[in-house]
């Protein structure tokens, strides 16, 4: 090098280590430093300064998934996931409340999921969600599932209020089941209660955000019709037919519907 030098590196800000907070760290002193792919942002605010640069291990840093990377540092977009589609199904939706028989909608709706698998599915990471009919409707997140065992050929029941009042008819509608067990309780602040007229679609999701199963039901014809009123659910005639076929359900005979059963 000229003049006894002993050493120089033309950096440019898109290099990266700008306004994250981290440093730029030569990713091994053996690397032409002169090059851009020789170099990386340090895993620390502030970086690293009179000590061994980062090492850095890219890879799947979610636990939840099959190739969970204990040793990665950086998530790399590599994680895969067990593929749970359509092994638990949504087999009751309790859309429209009786006022007569049981009370306010808000305090009585209920949606009910099976695992029809013959294994042990572990719920943390899955999610429950509503989506209107309109073009534009948003989807809602509103459960995220703690971490739960979904044991085969069991129910779950996800309620619009776990803990509701006695109904019209001195009914605890939940008092065989038990909350953060096999009863849980949907959450939110708009759009939070079940459509009783237009199509509204309900969604089990894995940890990836895959969609393990949705139903589009409605309260107009051809989805069961003897709903409103009465107190009935619907409720799904054949858990191996398509859910989103309105032919596939039934309206309940028992009023108040079947929570867990």
């Known amino acids: 090098l000229p003049n006894n030098l002993i050493d120089e590196v033309l950096y440019s800000n898109d290099w990266g280590g700008n306004a994250t907070g981290s440093s730029l760290e030569l990713i091994d002193p053996t690397f032409d430093n002169l090059l851009v792919e020789s170099w990386q942002d340090s895993l620390d605010v502030g970086g690293s300064p009179g000590i061994e640069n980062s090492l850095i291990i890219y890879g799947c840093m979610d636990t939840l998934a099959d190739n969970y990377n204990a040793e990665a540092n950086v998530e790399d977009g590599s994680c895969i996931y067990p593929d749970y589609t359509n092994?638990?199904?949504?087999?009751?939706?309790?859309?429209?409340?009786?006022?007569?028989?049981?009370?306010?909608?808000y305090n009585y709706e209920f949606i009910e999921i099976y695992n029809k698998s013959s294994q042990v599915i572990p719920l943390d990471g899955?999610?429950?969600?509503?989506?209107?009919?309109?073009?534009?409707?948003?989807?809602?997140?509103?459960?995220?599932?703690?971490?739960?065992?979904f044991p085969p050929d069991e129910y779950f029941v996800i309620a619009i209020n776990s803990t509701p009042p006695i109904d019209n008819q001195g009914v605890n509608p939940y008092a065989e089941l038990e909350l953060g067990v096999n009863l849980f309780e949907w959450v939110g602040d708009q759009a939070?209660?079940?459509?009783?007229?237009?199509?509204?679609?309900?969604r089990i999701k894995g940890?990836?955000?895959?969609?393990?199963?949705?139903?589009?039901?409605?309260?107009?014809?051809?989805?069961?019709?003897?709903?409103?009123?009465?107190?009935?659910?619907?409720?799904?005639?054949?858990?191996?037919?398509?859910?989103?076929?309105?032919?596939?359900?039934?309206?309940?005979?028992?009023?108040?519907?079947?929570?867990?059963?």
């Open 87 to 105: 092994m638990i199904i949504i087999t009751e939706i309790h859309y429209n409340p009786s006022s007569n028989f049981q009370g306010d909608d």
């Open 192 to 202: 939070w209660t079940l459509n009783n007229y237009d199509a509204m679609t309900l």
């Open 126 to 149: 899955f999610k429950f969600t509503m989506q209107g009919s309109a073009e534009d409707a948003s989807e809602y997140n509103r459960l995220n599932f703690p971490s739960v065992d």
């Open 207 to 261: 940890p990836d955000d895959s969609v393990v199963t949705s139903v589009t039901y409605s309260g107009q014809v051809p989805w069961p019709q003897s709903v409103t009123s009465t107190g009935s659910s619907i409720e799904i005639i054949d858990i191996y037919g398509p859910q989103d076929d309105a032919s596939s359900w039934q309206s309940s005979y028992i009023v108040n519907g079947t929570p867990g059963q």
